[in-house]
């Protein structure tokens, strides 16, 4: 990994547990920061923010997970005081007790890998742009039986891009509040749509219109209200 760390007193508050020794960004009593314009690149091991606390993008910057494993107990927060940053998923893991969206436009590319969380989850006004492409979403195991895979506000898109998004409810249900919308930059190219796995149940709430076929290769997608599978 590399994390280029803004000017500034630094503490030591993202650790890299396979022994790549500790990262330092500037510390805030809210959580753990990348600051202005910063790049954090995570190309393998596992990088745990602490326990309880959250990660936080403000001012720009770019989060690439290229491997390994992103493990924030609290939050991913983008964009909830400043301008928001640029999250790509290529592939292994982000777990993250909620992938969360703050003021400012903010955007996620799930190009591949897994992540892992209770919900994306509305903190603030700013538009939220999040391209599911090849990307597995999975409910944390701990959370029991029902979490909630949500958007509640207006201006957080999920495209369904080329390669379309898994569900995987092995051990949980879940429910996608917010529309599974096909990514207009493909123009008339179907997308992939939506593959569901594992024994739970995806309940679908919203109006989706990804173009690609609803695909269950485990367990049962059900429609909160008819036509909400595309």
């Given amino acids: 990994y590399n994390l280029q760390t803004a000017t500034g007193t630094t503490t030591n508050v993202l650790t890299d547990s396979s022994g790549g020794g500790v990262l330092t960004t500037i510390y805030t009593s809210t959580g753990q920061r990348v600051q202005p314009g ?11 923010a602490g326990t309880g606390t959250s990660g936080e993008f403000n001012n720009g910057g770019t989060l690439t997970v290229a491997g390994g494993i992103l493990n924030v107990p609290q939050e991913l927060l983008n964009g909830f005081d400043n301008a928001g940053a640029v999250v790509n998923l290529n592939s292994g893991v982000i777990t993250a007790g909620s992938i969360s969206f703050g003021n ?8 591949g890998g897994t992540v892992q969380c209770s919900s994306f989850k509305d903190r603030g006004t700013g538009a939220a742009n999040l391209f599911f492409n090849g990307v597995t979403v999975q409910p944390l195991v701990q959370l029991g039986s029902n979490p909630l895979m ?3 506000a207006a201006g957080q898109t999920y495209w369904i891009s080329t390669n379309g998004v898994t569900f995987n409810l092995t051990k949980n249900n879940g429910t996608m509040m917010g529309a599974l919308t096909h990514d207009t930059t493909l123009g008339t190219t179907a997308d992939v749509g939506v593959t569901k796995i594992g024994t739970g149940t995806l309940t679908l709430s919203a109006t989706n219109t990804d173009t690609g076929t609803t695909t269950v290769s485990g367990g049962t997608v059900t429609e909160a209200a008819t ?3 595309a």
């Fill in 38 to 48: 910063n790049i954090l690149n995570l190309k393998g091991g596992t990088l745990n």
């Fill in 150 to 152: 949500y958007a509640l």
């Fill in 227 to 229: 036509g909400y599978i």
């Fill in 104 to 111: 400012a436009a903010c955007t996620y590319h799930f190009n």
